[in-house]
């Protein structure tokens, strides 16, 4: 158990739709990550935010957002969903999310199904 | 910008034979690098990390990384594989801004008994 808690583990839903993924750090991290794992583009950085602020964007489309809350947790908004958005979503976290050294964390991830 | 090349996506061992798991990374500063392990259904969980210190790593479950900067590779080893050890692997590389992870294509290891 890496400590980085992720809901729902499994949404299911339909083209055209809007759904939220939570992530809750580990206890003292400052900064989450969002990656999508998906079968043909991989593992693939999406957000990241340091203490509310955003600090590094990825390939993330503009469909989707993201932010950090002030108790750090983070939410990752996708709408306009289409097929090709069904992945494995994780969300990760570190220390300080500035240092090269810091290690990420990553929770168990929201596997979204669109159909 | 920094890329992870991991050479096969598929490799089979016997139980108690050595693993080797290949990477390469390309990266235009000095690099971090990580492999990770995901069992099925699970997230990703840190074997080792290469923070510029020793260059040959020592991670949990026996395995070991060595970091060869001629060869711009960081290969995972494992000297006798147990059943255990199936899943998949993934080695990354930092970047630059805000430490986001680029990770490499994965490899799944199968153990055969």
């Known amino acids: 158990d890496s400590g980085v808690t992720q809901t729902p583990k499994h949404l299911i839903t339909a083209t055209g739709q809007r759904v939220t993924l939570r992530c809750s750090p580990r206890s003292g991290d400052l900064s989450v990550y969002w990656y999508q794992q998906s079968l043909d583009q991989g593992l693939q950085f999406l957000i990241q935010?340091?203490?509310?602020?955003?600090?590094a964007k990825g390939n993330i489309l503009e469909r989707f957002s993201a932010q950090q809350f002030p108790d750090l947790h983070s939410e990752l908004n996708l709408s306009s969903l289409e097929l090709g958005d069904s992945a494995l979503y994780f969300c990760a976290s570190s220390v300080t999310g500035t240092s090269g050294t810091d290690t990420q964390y990553f929770g168990p991830g929201t596997r979204l199904t669109v159909l | 910008a920094q890329s992870v090349t991991q050479l096969g996506s598929h490799v089979s061992v016997s139980e108690g034979a050595l693993v080797l798991l290949r990477c390469n990374y390309s990266s235009s500063v000095p690099p971090y690098l990580f492999w990770y392990v995901q069992y099925p259904n699970q997230g990703l969980q840190l074997l080792l990390k290469y923070t510029s210190a020793a260059t040959l790593v020592k991670g949990i479950n026996g395995f070991e990384a060595e970091f060869k900067k001629s060869e711009t590779s960081f290969h995972l080893t494992k000297p006798s594989a147990h059943m255990s050890d199936a899943a998949e692997y993934f080695c990354?590389?930092?970047?630059?801004?805000?430490?986001?992870?680029?990770f490499g294509g994965g490899t799944r290891l199968m153990v055969k008994p």
């Open positions: 935010y340091y203490n509310g602020e955003e600090r």
């Open positions: 990354a590389v930092k970047g630059n801004a805000g430490n986001m992870l680029t």
